[in-house]
T-cell receptor, first 112, second 113 residues
Framework: NAGVTQTPKFQVLKTGQSMTLQCAQDMNHEYMSWYRQDPGMGLRLIHYSVGAGITDQGEVPNGYNVSRSTTEDFPLRLLSAAPSQTSVYFC???????????FGSGTRLTVV | SQQGEEDPQALSIQEGENATMNCSYKTSINNLQWYRQNSGRGLVHLILIRSNEREKHSGRLRVTLDTSKKSSSLLITASRAADTASYFCATAFSGAGSYQLTFGKGTKLSVIP
């Protein structure tokens, strides 16, 4: 099992560019979420999904969009990148909302 | 806003000693989870304790939960250099149409060989 796969691992964007961070899991987990991790801030929830076709906002959703067309995939879209979005992004999934999460290895994004 | 707050922010101990990390939170929860993050890596789930449980063990890990004080502790016994990592508590809440796992800022543990 691959678990949770995130691509790319590293990305540099110019301010104003858009991009999609990919997340895929092969564990048939219903619950998926995106977090960003900044130094001294811990992990903050961006968006989450409780199943295909259902998404909701977390603590810091502004500037990001998500969709969940399949159980396996949960891409995160940056609409117009800003330097404040420089961070490490983690995707996570769980078999149930209240279960232990499996995390991907992260995407390190730099916006210049 | 973040729910859990770990204490201390950093902890340095000798190999073989026990390490204790604490977590406090603000609102009611369904369960509380602890995760480990090695430098530059993703988080790894360690243990989950439900709101109706008071103590749980997994190998060298012991977790306690006091819902009246809204606090939890993680004890790592007989620490090893490989335990060097950041440890995060996370509180799970589901209800009123909201489903979230909220993380604290973490405790950075250094185990000196």
């Amino acid at each position: 099992n691959a678990g949770v796969t995130q691509t790319p691992k590293f990305q540099v964007l110019k301010t104003g560019q858009s991009m999609t961070l990919q997340c895929a899991q092969d564990m048939n987990h219903e619950y998926m979420s995106w977090y960003r991790q900044d130094p001294g801030m811990g992990l903050r929830l961006i968006h989450y999904s409780v199943g295909a076709g259902i998404t909701d906002q977390g603590e810091v959703p502004n500037g990001y969009n998500v969709s969940r067309s399949t159980t396996e995939d949960f891409p995160l879209r940056l609409l117009s990148a800003a330097p404040s979005q420089t961070s490490v992004y983690f995707c996570a999934s769980s078999y149930m909302v209240e279960g232990g999460y499996t995390f991907g290895s992260g995407t390190r994004l730099t916006v210049v | 806003s973040q729910q859990g707050e770990e204490d201390p922010q950093a902890l340095s101990i000798q190999e073989g000693e026990n390490a204790t990390m604490n977590c406090s939170y603000k609102t009611s929860i369904n369960n509380l989870q602890w995760y480990r993050q090695n430098s530059g890596r993703g988080l790894v789930h360690l243990i989950l304790i439900r709101s109706n449980e008071r103590e749980k063990h997994s190998g060298r890990l012991r977790v306690t939960l006091d819902t009246s004080k809204k606090s939890s502790s993680l004890l790592i016994t007989a620490s090893r250099a490989a335990d060097t990592a950041s440890y995060f508590c996370a509180t799970a809440f589901s209800g009123a149409g909201s489903y979230q796992l909220t993380f604290g800022k973490g405790t950075k543990l250094s185990v000196i060989p």
